[in-house]
T-cell receptor
Framework: EAGVAQSPRYKIIEKRQSVAFWCNPI?????LYWYQQILGQGPKLLIQ????????DSQLPKDRFSAERLKGVDSTLKIQPAKLEDSAVYLC?????????????FGNGTRLTVT | KQEVTQIPAALSVPEGENLVLNCSFT??????LQWFRQDPGKGLTSLLL?????REQTSGRLNASLDKSSGRSTLYIAASQPGDSATYLC???????????FGKGTKLTVNP
């Protein structure tokens, strides 16, 4: 099966600019996750979708981050305006079921550098 | 708030050794637990999933166990190989929560 696709692979922007990341999950996977991984840390959940709906966005900085999942398939994560501390790898993952009941499949991530 | 500790932070072993990686949760009420490996510049790869009704899972040279009374999990790697070199992360969910909380990982180096 095809894996989770993410683009772009790398992005460099200046602070206060905006950026968007795209994710295409594994076909048929109902649950989609966006994680932020800062160097040397474990991934931190930003937002979790079940089909079209949001099930957890408690750690998403909503004043600058937004995410949507169109038609329960692809998803985009946007940052506007970016801050220096947003420099991190943004990982998208999908799973057949939520609540950790099935393995998560991760994409290779987008490495964001904010200067 | 659930926090996950992984010990040791880094480990270097000669090829062929058996080794154990540890993971502990501040709240022992773990529902599901997963172990992942992460290679440099890559996403995470799921290795083992211990579901709520299970205590142990095995895949090849890997064995993971979960002690729900203490909130501790171990990942056992038998006969380690240089290809096992990677960062290993554990993550768990709590009952009633959708969120998978990750540890910081253990960086493993297996020397030929």
């Amino acid at each position: 099966e095809a894996g989770v696709a993410q683009s772009p692979r790398y992005k460099i922007i200046e602070k206060r600019q905006s950026v968007a990341f795209w994710c295409n999950p594994i076909s048929g996977h109902a649950t989609l996750y966006w994680y932020q991984q800062i160097l040397g840390q474990g991934p931190k959940l930003l937002i979790q979708f079940q089909n079209n709906g949001v099930v957890d966005d408690s750690q998403l900085p909503k004043d600058r981050f937004s995410a949507e999942r169109l038609k329960g398939v692809d998803s985009t994560l946007k940052i506007q305006p970016a801050k220096l501390e947003d420099s991190a790898v943004y990982l998208c993952a999908s799973s057949a079921q939520g609540r950790g009941n099935s393995p998560l499949h991760f994409g290779n991530g987008t490495r964001l550098t904010v200067t | 708030k659930q926090e996950v500790t992984q010990i040791p932070a880094a480990l270097s072993v000669p090829e062929g050794e058996n080794l154990v990686l540890n993971c502990s949760f501040t709240d022992s009420a773990i529902y599901n637990l997963q172990w992942f490996r992460q290679d440099p510049g890559k996403g995470l790869t799921s290795l083992l999933l211990i579901q709520s009704s299970q205590r142990e899972q095995t895949s090849g040279r890997l064995n993971a166990s979960l002690d729900k009374s203490s909130g501790r999990s171990t990942l056992y790697i038998a006969a380690s190989q240089p290809g096992d070199s990677a960062t290993y992360l554990c993550a768990g969910t709590q009952g009633g929560s959708e969120k998978l909380v990750f540890g910081k990982g253990t960086k493993l180096t297996v020397n030929p």
